[in-house]
């Protein structure tokens, strides 16, 4: 499969002064920018640029960012599922995972992830990939928003419905082990019947492998 990528754009005024969301970025492209130290959810901001540029770099992938002119505040990545999760089991070639986003507690509340979100289904190529997202409690800013899980679960739920995505059931034990945790799911327009029957498949992956063991 191609993945073919056009880049897209906005600006919009926040109470911190414009700021431009656009993408999908290159690495040489994300070079340019300084990467804000407070953009630690995930590890720590150096390392966490290492991983983005690194990103960057695979063919799937795609980064959009929110910067000012020269600070990247906010970003969210889509590639590939990890070989390790039951995501990849069917290497499934129109899966494609939204794996982190972030804004600085700054800018936080200004529909930043939101426009990150809108900005990244500008691409019509999106429209080949069924697009997920796990959602885990403990990846949450819980004491930085002093949001109770389940609100911070219904930010989440508001931020990912800005891309299109929704809550779809799943038996992953992960996912099962919380109620406030969920799957994110979107399914493009021209992903084939076949695809989503095999993604259904997936999402039920304990079910699946019950019956293929009954089937002999
Ligand atoms: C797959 C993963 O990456 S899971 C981990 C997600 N990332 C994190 O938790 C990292 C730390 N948190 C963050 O970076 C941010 O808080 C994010 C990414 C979760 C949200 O980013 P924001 O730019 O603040 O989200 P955005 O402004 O678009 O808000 C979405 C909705 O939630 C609401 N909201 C946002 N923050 C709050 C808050 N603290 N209290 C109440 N409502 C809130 C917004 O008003 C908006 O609602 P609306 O659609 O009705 O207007």
């Known amino acids: 499969m191609e993945h073919i990528k056009t880049f897209h754009s906005i600006t919009y005024e926040t109470s911190s002064g414009p700021l431009t969301i656009e993408g999908p970025l290159s690495v040489d492209e994300l070079q340019k920018y300084n990467f804000h130290d407070k953009l630690t959810a995930f590890r720590p901001a150096k390392k966490q640029f290492e991983a983005l540029l690194e990103i960057a770099t695979f063919e799937e992938a795609r980064i959009i960012v929110a910067r000012t002119e020269e600070m990247i505040i ?71 928003t002093q949001l109770s899980i389940w609100d911070y679960r219904k930010v989440m739920e508001k931020m990912m419905a800005a891309g299109g995505l929704s809550p779809a059931p799943t038996d992953d034990p992960e996912i099962i082990s919380h109620p406030v945790n969920t799957l994110m799911v979107r399914i493009g327009k021209n992903v084939s019947d076949a695809a989503v029957e095999e993604f259904d498949n997936l999402r039920f992956l304990s079910r699946y492998n019950q019956r293929k063991k009954s089937e002999g």
Do not use: C, Q
């Open 74 to 144: 906010g970003y969210v990545t889509y590639l590939y599922p990890d070989p390790l999760e039951r995501w990849s089991t069917f290497n499934m070639k129109e899966l494609i995972v939204l794996g982190a986003i972030e804004i600085i507690p700054e800018y936080r509340g200004e529909r930043v992830a939101s426009n990150l979100l809108k900005v990244s289904m500008m691409d019509d190529y999106m429209e080949n990939y069924i697009i997920i997202s796990t959602e885990y409690y403990w990846h949450w800013d819980l004491e930085g």
